[in-house]
């Protein structure tokens, strides 16, 4: 009886001690399940950090290039916005230097403005809308860097998310249960579990950072346990860092104080200028991409330079330019005719200009034995330059003064365009024989003895 019970006592124990190594295993593989689930998310979330800062990069990338066409390039934005049927938003209107419209070097643009002829007054979006991209016509909101993903732009800047899509803290629209739960882990009961340092929002349907310290005057909490400015508002100095967050105002107010953002309060005797918020001092110029110092004196913003002609500030590319205009800060578009040839625009001969030829200014090919100045080549319209640095046309086309043309319309050439004939004719005479001579218009009369 004895040995019967020590039996059923070890089969007890050994039946006791396989539950509990079950037990274990149990416990383990559950929770390298849960490892490989979060290894998963980081893995995720650090595929989505990579793609959003190879958009980023790429699009400053598209906003630095260089034009070198005559076309600027048009950065498409993420968000999304659609025209809506009977919406209809109001035009605005503005004035832009008409320089920005000129494509040809030798053809001047004369401004529609009634005030100042080297302006054009164009139609655009008033604010708080932007032109749509797939048609130019239209107008459709824009939320800028808000509402990027998952969702619509509505008038007034308002983003609507898709279903199944809320607005979290960031204004962007993120995936609620059972799509998925950034920051968390969703439940087949539709529930949502946040990860460390996060908890559900007031909806519940959301992870959003926790931060165990209450965040201070116009601070958020944006990431778990920091405290960060909310939108529009900055820290200062080190020295300073203890007066928190502070408003900012882009450009500088000037002559006035930042009290929100983008919203300055000018000193007593300054005012804030049509569609300007820096506060300037009274000035009949125009200073756009600037800021009026006093009566006449108009400061520019790094990057542009002072236009006398329209008494604004221009966008500066340094000497690089000559052939081209300057449409933003070190951003060159080349004429018709011209190519970007790293800082500088060259002019292009289609078919070259042979080995003795350079080709300095569209198909027009300056002709010289020895290499010289632009301006003291023998030009070469339409043709080739030989051996002996002559221009010379090929079969089929006769030469008149600097271009190769058809024999037949020589003449109508000759009597349509007397200007410019003139003016090839003097210009030919001073590079062939001119420079031999030195003419002058002085006379002197000498007084007899």
Not at 372 to 401: A, E, W
Not at 412 to 424: E, H, I
Request: proline share 5%; glycine share 8%; net charge neutral.
């Amino acid at each position: 009886m004895s040995a019967l019970l020590r039996s059923l006592c070890l089969h007890s124990v050994l039946l006791v001690l396989f539950l509990c190594v079950l037990q274990a295993l149990e416990l383990q593989l559950h929770e390298q399940q849960l490892q490989q689930q979060r290894d998963e998310q980081a893995r995720l979330r650090e595929e989505q950090r990579q793609r959003d800062l190879q958009r980023e990069h790429e699009a400053l990338q598209r906003r630095l290039s260089s034009s070198t066409t005559t076309r600027k390039p048009y950065v498409i934005p993420n968000g999304l916005s659609l025209p809506r049927r009977g919406e209809h938003p109001d035009k605005c209107y503005r004035e832009v230097p008409a320089v920005f419209f000129q494509y040809d070097k030798e053809v001047k643009i004369v401004g529609n403005s009634t005030t100042n002829r080297y302006f054009n007054v164009i139609e655009v979006c008033c604010k708080g809308w932007r032109r749509y991209e797939y048609d130019w016509s239209q107008c459709v909101p824009d939320c800028g860097d808000r509402c990027q993903e998952n969702g619509f732009c509505l008038a007034g800047g308002i983003c609507q998310c898709f279903e199944d899509f809320v607005l979290d803290y960031r204004h962007n629209c993120v995936p609620t249960c059972p799509l998925g739960c950034p920051h968390g882990r969703c439940f087949l009961n539709g529930t949502c579990k946040c990860d460390r340092g996060y908890e559900l929002d007031g909806s519940r349907r959301f992870c959003q950072p926790q931060c165990n310290a209450t965040c201070g005057h116009n601070e958020v909490c944006l990431e778990p346990g920091k405290c960060s400015c909310a939108e529009g508002y900055a820290r200062g100095l080190r020295e300073s860092s203890a007066l928190g967050c502070q408003p900012i105002c882009i450009p500088d107010c000037g002559y006035g104080h930042c009290v929100g953002p983008n919203d300055c309060r000018c000193f007593p005797g300054y005012e804030k200028r049509l569609n300007s918020s820096s506060c300037e001092a009274i000035c009949y110029l125009r200073c756009q991409n600037g800021f009026c110092a006093n009566l006449t004196t108009c400061v520019c913003q790094n990057g542009y330079r002072y236009d006398a002609n329209t008494t604004s500030c221009l966008p500066d590319c340094g000497h690089t330019c000559d052939n081209g205009v300057c449409i933003s800060p070190g951003n060159c578009r080349c004429f018709n005719g011209y190519v970007r040839n790293r800082e500088r625009c060259e002019a292009v001969c289609v078919g070259g200009c042979g080995f003795y030829g350079k080709c300095i200014a569209p198909n027009v090919c300056g002709c010289a034995v020895v290499p010289s100045p632009d301006q003291i080549y023998q030009r070469c319209q339409h043709g080739l330059c030989n051996s002996m640095g002559r221009c010379r046309c090929q079969v089929g086309k006769t030469r008149f003064i600097d271009k190769c043309m058809s024999p037949d319309t020589v003449t109508t050439y000759a009597s349509m365009d007397t200007v410019r004939v003139n003016g090839s004719l003097i210009q030919e005479f001073n590079l062939l024989l001119g420079r031999h001579f030195n003419f002058t218009t002085n006379t002197q009369i000498w007084d007899q003895p």
